[in-house]
């Protein structure tokens, strides 16, 4: 799907779903903020699938790439020893290379834990889906820190978004509905249930929210669901990862063939 027609049917969507709100600016500020928690959900549920669909293929491509930089180092480092005309010395050339591909090594257990996590994911129905859709706007409406700043400064109700906010990600319906009853009991004993909405520069903040809305329909993870929809995209992005591994193994085996000529040369000093 393009990510700018996705965009204006949520658009649509929401538009029509939402509480009407006397003054129009407040109305569209909280229609905003509602639209991107939704997209940046609807973001991670992409990611979890991509990884689902190719994180081994993905897990393959990054091994490669930090075996091939290691390669390169230890090559650098051997012929550097040549020039000079010197031994390497193996736990030298171990802590050489580990210095040096640190930052391959954490992105490696960073894509590491997000494969693993759309691995372990389960799929939610589409009614669960739904439901806790509903019941989210219904939350954010009341207790959205974006939408009343009085109640966000409230510990107990920062307590509960943030558990609302997990609970939503993970479509746990149930648990969203039991937090929504502390909410309710929460805000019958409060002087802060019924604040008007306050929100200070408006027109900048919907501005920014129109921004970020943007940023996340036309970036990665959201626009990744136009090579895994529809099932011949996902095959074509397969086949592309395929070819990527390949030749990274077979760029690796032509260094492994020059490292094995280095380590000779050194030898023979």
Not at 73 to 101: C, F, R, W
Request: negative net charge; proline residues 3%.
């Amino acid at each position: 799907m393009d990510s700018r027609k996705n965009f204006d049917k949520l658009n649509s969507a929401f538009r029509s779903s939402l509480v009407l709100w006397e003054d129009p600016k407040q109305k569209e500020y909280v229609q905003l903020i509602i639209r991107r928690d939704f997209l940046r959900s609807e973001a991670d549920d992409i990611g979890i699938m991509y990884h689902k669909l190719f994180g081994t293929l993905l897990l393959g491509i990054e091994r490669e790439v930090l075996y091939y930089t290691k390669l390169g180092l230890m090559i650098e480092y051997y012929q550097k020893a040549i020039n000079q005309g010197e031994k390497v010395d193996p736990s030298e050339l171990e802590q050489y290379v580990k210095e040096h591909t640190q930052g391959n090594e954490s992105k490696l257990n960073d894509l590491f834990g997000r494969v693993l996590k759309s691995m372990l994911s389960l799929e939610a129905s589409k009614e669960d889906v739904k439901e806790a859709k509903v019941v989210y706007r219904r939350l954010a409406k009341k207790i959205h820190p974006d939408i009343n700043r009085k109640m966000s400064e409230n510990p107990e109700i920062k307590a509960l978004w943030s558990q609302i906010q997990e609970a939503y990600e993970e479509v746990d319906v149930e648990r969203l509905k039991e937090l929504e009853i502390l909410v309710e009991r929460k805000l019958s004993n409060s002087s802060n249930a019924n604040l008007d909405l306050e929100i200070p520069d408006i027109e900048a903040k919907i501005k920014k929210l129109q921004s970020e809305i943007y940023n996340i329909v036309t970036t990665k993870p959201y626009v990744l669901m136009n090579v895994i929809i529809p099932e011949e995209n996902a095959e074509m992005e397969r086949e592309r990862l395929e070819k990527m591994l390949a030749m990274y193994r077979s760029m690796c085996k032509g260094r492994e063939e020059i490292l094995e000529e280095k380590k000779r040369e050194v030898e023979n000093e």
